[in-house]
């Protein structure tokens, strides 16, 4: 079975620090990356996916995220991090058989 | 605003109460879904329909009955709960089930069960 790994529970970061959140995932198969955002009291939006092609995937809000198929990760990042990223970020992986398992979500405080 | 609305936002239950979560998409999307978010625990998919009929069903208890009448509404049904399903419930929305197709979250509804 599919599983998805956030190994970091809670980052703070500066306003305008570089911002990188892991993602680990163990599967067969290629399978299909995203992450997303919820702020408090909101469901979840998408910032980015990823399913081939392409390592370095482009999202909204400045973020990307690079699939690296030898270390299993989908390491999501933005340069310059604003107070309004203040949230929380979860990776998700979609499998063949249309499975989504999320991870347990990486809480960002930013510091002013 | 992402186009899908969920009501109530918040729900306080008895375990011996009947009440009905609703969800609705202005987007034109066919299949919809429910999510589970509890505290402490990774996001759970509950239920997927897809053009109206159910097509997923993630061992969920029978005290959980989602209806999904039009493909624009989507209710999830809820009686004799436990506290332990106190938690957020997720609605979302994609253009197909395709699991490329980008899914569209509401805002939740909070539910306490006591």
């Known amino acids: 079975a599919q599983s998805v790994t956030q190994p970091d529970i809670h980052i703070t970061v500066s306003e305008g620090a570089s911002l990188e959140l892991r993602c680990n995932y163990s599967?067969?198969?290629?399978?299909?990356l995203f992450w997303y955002v919820q702020s408090p009291g909101q469901g979840l939006q998408l910032l980015l996916k990823?399913?081939?092609?392409?390592?370095l995937v482009q999202g909204i809000k400045g973020f990307e995220a690079e699939f690296k198929r030898s270390q299993s990760s989908f390491n999501l990042r933005k340069p310059s991090v604003h107070w309004s990223d203040a949230a929380e970020y979860f990776c998700?992986?979609?499998?063949?058989?249309?499975?989504?398992?999320f991870g347990d979500g990486t809480t960002l405080t930013v510091k002013p | 605003e992402t186009g899908v609305t969920q009501t109530p936002r918040h729900l306080v239950m008895g375990m011996t109460n009947k009440k009905s979560l609703k969800c609705e998409q202005h987007?034109?999307?066919?299949?919809m879904y429910w999510y589970k978010q509890s505290a402490k625990k990774p996001l759970e998919l509950m239920f997927v329909y897809s053009l109206e009929e159910r097509v997923e069903n993630n061992s969920v208890p029978s005290r959980f009955s989602p209806e999904c009448p039009n493909s624009s509404h989507l209710f999830l049904h809820l009686h004799t709960l436990q506290p332990e399903d106190s938690a957020l419930y997720l609605c979302?929305?994609?253009?197909?089930?395709?699991?490329?197709?980008?899914?569209?979250f509401g805002p939740g509804t909070r539910l306490l069960v006591l």
């Open positions: 990823y399913f081939s092609g392409d390592t």
């Open positions: 979302a929305s994609s253009r197909t089930r395709d699991r490329a197709e980008t899914q569209y």
């Open positions: 987007l034109g999307h066919n299949a």
């Open positions: 599967y067969g198969a290629t399978p299909y």
């Open positions: 998700a992986v979609d499998t063949n058989a249309g499975k989504s398992t």
